[in-house]
């Protein structure tokens, strides 16, 4: 899903990215104005997800969250047919939503980043960022399925 996401609701964002969504966040654009949104959502497709009633009206496609709590908005999203399902492999930079690429396993990483013979790596080619599926990943995870529970009771 290609969505755009409001400065309002920055929590929602490396969830959607973790389950491969294609997901710009307006604050990452510099766009404020509602206008410059609109444009930008309809010249790339995008739904708007935003908790501005005024703005998700004037969208083509958008799905309101009134919610400020980042779980009631990703409960909103799955109930608005999202699907919030992370990738098997991760897809999609957390930090600005670029393509990732596996790192090879002789390849140097980062200080921060764990051997990539310790388990598999990948690289953001827009911004360089490193990830793999430690503590983080799991969490996002175990968020993501209390949601999809809750959604589905
Ligand atoms: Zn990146």
């Known amino acids: 899903m290609h969505v755009l996401i409001d400065v309002m609701c920055g929590g929602i964002v490396a969830y959607l990215r973790m389950c491969g969504h294609d997901a710009v966040y307006a604050a990452d654009r510099d766009l404020e104005d509602d206008d410059e949104l609109l444009a930008v959502a309809t010249a790339e497709g995008r739904t708007i997800l935003t908790r501005d009633v005024q703005l998700a009206t004037r969208a083509e496609e958008s799905i309101l969250l009134e919610s400020r709590d980042v779980e009631d908005q990703l409960e909103a999203l799955a109930a608005a047919g999202v699907d919030l399902t992370p990738s098997d492999e991760p897809e999609r930079c957390g930090a600005c939503n670029g393509p990732l690429e596996a790192v090879d396993r002789t390849e140097p990483t980062p200080g921060y980043a764990p051997d990539p ?37």
């Open 117 to 153: 013979v310790d388990g598999p790596i990948w690289r953001c080619r827009d911004c360089g960022q490193h990830f793999w599926q430690g503590s983080h990943w799991d969490r996002v995870c175990e968020t993501l399925s209390r949601v999809r529970d809750r959604t589905t009771v």
